[in-house]
């Protein structure tokens, strides 16, 4: 299957900058002291960042910079649509011609920020701007510096578009924001990510009543963000789907989004059946490869001797082994109606060999029941073909 990817993109009508914040002139200064071979890729941009800075604040500030400073806004393409595109493919596009949307700056930062040792997230979402909501989905990116999370924007950071044109100039309000303030313009589709005891639903984000309401359940984020991190891609696209539509589906982007996870879950749920599948049909030849072996061996009449106890291992071994087949493949799951008929012709399949293997078991103990006179008179029947593999 060829990874999805939901290409996110806002477009900011108005400037509105913030004054650089001097105590990181020093570290700005660094950054822009970068060698130009070291501009090429994540990992050389990283290389420079952890050979100047220790601290994780130190290092999230020059993350920040250098997407802020060196990337500017892809104005003609910012309303494309990428689905199927390779996140590296993107980042790399984006570093050569240092131009790129929201989800290109959020990959930037996020990846140099994994590369330099701090935990960093996408968040996708959407925003509002002087009351009104935009039209244009957006991604940011959220840190966990000194164990407390921020939020930070690199795109909105890196400058803003005037009159269809991009105006480059640093914004550091949407540099390590506190989440209660960033709420104001930036509201996640998942609520998870909104980091906040009390989260808003997006209802509240259209009327701007962003401020914490204690009367509604105490939501402990980094506990669920634990046990969401601790889940298959699967259940994660689940119970994301989960909070999008329990926080309100109030626009398409919401929608969208809500249908993309939906989708997202139900692929990768009946891929990972399919996993299951392939490995039910694996155990289900080999099983068969060792009945059909036991079936040449009785048609030779059990020639070479044998003793009883490996005898009877021949057909048990088997037998057991297609009865976990047939307990497994009951348990699958989905795997999609273009997959129905494969999955129903092993079913058959199984039943079908199980039934031999049963009888052979029965052969075989009424076989080692008898004298070594008697067990010669059994052979009456050949069975000269054997079960054919799935």
């Known amino acids: 299957m060829?990874?999805?990817?939901?290409?996110?993109?806002?477009?900011?009508?108005?400037?509105?900058?913030?004054?650089?914040?001097?105590e990181y002139a020093l570290i700005d200064k660094k950054m822009t002291e970068i060698p130009q071979n070291s501009n090429t890729s994540t990992d050389a941009i990283a290389h420079y960042?952890?050979?100047?800075?220790?601290?994780e604040n130190d290092k999230i500030r020059a993350v920040f910079y250098w997407t802020a400073s060196n990337i500017s806004y892809d104005v003609k393409n910012m309303f494309t649509v990428t689905i199927n595109d390779n996140p590296q493919g993107r980042i790399a596009k984006t570093l050569k011609t240092k131009k790129g949307i929201c989800g290109d700056y959020a990959a930037i930062f996020n990846e140099i920020a994994a590369l330099v040792g701090v935990k960093s997230v996408i968040v996708e979402g959407y925003t509002k701007q002087n009351g009104k909501v935009a039209t244009l989905s957006h991604a940011w990116c959220a840190a966990k510096i000194d164990k407390k999370w921020y939020l930070f924007d690199p795109t909105w950071g890196s400058g803003a578009v005037y009159n269809?044109?991009?105006?480059?100039?640093?914004?550091?309000?949407?540099?390590?924001?506190?989440?209660?303030?960033?709420?104001?313009?930036?509201?996640?589709?998942?609520?998870l990510w909104q980091f906040l005891n009390y989260p808003i639903t997006n209802q509240e984000f259209y009327e701007g009543k962003i401020q914490?309401?204690?009367?509604?359940?105490?939501?402990?984020?980094?506990?669920?963000?634990?046990?969401?991190?601790?889940?298959?891609?699967?259940?994660k696209a689940f119970e994301t789907a989960e909070r999008i539509q329990k926080n309100g589906i109030l626009n398409n982007l919401i929608l969208e989004q809500y249908k993309y996870k939906k989708n997202e879950f139900t692929i990768?749920?009946?891929?990972?059946?399919?996993?299951?599948?392939?490995?039910?049909?694996?155990?289900?030849?080999?099983?068969?490869?060792?009945?059909?072996?036991?079936?040449?061996?009785?048609n030779k009449k059990f020639k070479p001797t044998f003793s009883d106890s490996e005898?009877?291992?021949?057909?048990?071994?088997?037998?057991?082994?297609?009865?976990?087949?047939?307990?497994?493949?009951?348990?699958?799951?989905?795997?999609?109606?273009?997959?129905?008929?494969?999955?129903?012709?092993?079913?058959?399949?199984?039943?079908?060999?199980?039934?031999?293997?049963?009888?052979?078991?029965?052969?075989?103990?009424?076989?080692?029941?008898?004298?070594?006179t008697a067990r010669k008179s059994m052979f009456t029947k050949v069975t000269w073909f054997g079960i054919p593999l799935n």
């Open 49 to 55: 960042i952890n050979s100047n800075f220790k601290t």
């Open 311 to 372: 005898i009877s291992k021949m057909i048990q071994i088997p037998k057991e082994n297609l009865v976990k087949c047939q307990n497994d493949i009951n348990l699958v799951g989905s795997v999609g109606s273009e997959n129905t008929s494969s999955i129903a012709s092993l079913k058959k399949n199984i039943y079908e060999a199980l039934a031999q293997a049963e009888e052979y078991e029965t052969f075989v103990k009424e076989y080692l029941s008898k004298s070594k």
């Open 212 to 235: 914490v309401n204690k009367s509604k359940k105490y939501f402990d984020y980094q506990e669920e963000i634990d046990k969401y991190e601790k889940l298959s891609d699967g259940d």
């Open 2 to 22: 060829k990874n999805i990817y939901l290409l996110l993109s806002f477009l900011f009508s108005i400037l509105s900058f913030g004054q650089a914040n001097v």
């Open 268 to 298: 990768l749920t009946h891929n990972l059946n399919i996993e299951k599948l392939n490995s039910i049909t694996n155990d289900y030849n080999q099983a068969i490869t060792l009945l059909n072996d036991f079936i040449y061996y009785r």
């Open 164 to 191: 269809g044109k991009f105006i480059k100039k640093r914004n550091d309000y949407y540099f390590k924001t506190e989440p209660g303030k960033i709420i104001s313009s930036h509201i996640p589709f998942d609520y």
